[in-house]
């Protein structure tokens, strides 16, 4: 493969090749749409592939359950695997970090995502996807892809380290209100804001220079990366653009602001703008 992410004429030169595996993760109004890449699977992030024992959206499950879930999609130890989503690059880049995360590193995001697929005039296909093989993949979980508040809040005390957050600069400042109940505005002590929309143009990543200029221009010479974002989705869009720029050391919080904006003594918040360089 070509990196993390690939583009649209790099997947139709492959479609249907043996052991490609095409994975559809949108998410929410897009979930199980009708329109969808050739052979695509559902990889369900709101449904099957979260962990719901608890009470926090989207964070990760458990690796027998990662594993029985994408043996149930056809996936192979061997294979090569591409994900997209309906937005553009949105919720593909999560279901790429949870790929990464449990050991399987053959996998890239589509730059443009559908919209991108379908305005390149690629075909597309509806009605429930046929029955899938049963694969043979096993998953290999990583430490330190994912990390929990503990660790979040040692990074914001680390002078090596750079916490960033994906929300947009209104939810992050705490003068827009947040979606989900119950959870505190404003943002982590020593966050930096770097919202996800603001890594990419018409819907595909941003270059490599790019890239590194806006994530330097907040994290200075700190390498080690944390993300957050609202519920860990779109945090895993600025590791997707810390990963394209260069960065090696990157973490998702994966309980994100749906945690740490809980009411807590022991997690303090404030708002405003916050730092804005490095």
Known sequence: MPGPLVGA???AARLGAP????????VGANRGSARRIAGARPFDIDG?????????PH???GAARFTEELRALGLDDGDTVVVYDAVGIYSSARAWWM???MGFDRVAVLDGGLPGWTAAGLPVESGAPGAAERGDFTARPRAGLFAG???VAAALADPAAAVFDARARERFAGTAPEPRAGLRGGHMPGAVNLPFGEIQRDGRMLPAAELRAAFGALAGDRERLYFSCG??????????????AGYRENAVFDGSWSEWGLPSELRPVETGPGPQTG
């Open 9 to 11: 004429d790099w997947l």
């Open 19 to 26: 052991g490609l595996l095409v994975l559809d993760a949108s």
């Open 48 to 56: 099957a592939l979260s962990d719901h024992s608890g009470p926090l």
């Open 59 to 61: 964070t990760m499950p």
């Open 99 to 101: 790929l990464r995360a």
């Open 149 to 151: 508040a503990d660790e």
């Open 231 to 244: 519920s860990g989705v779109t945090a895993c869009v600025l590791t997707l653009g810390a990963e394209l």
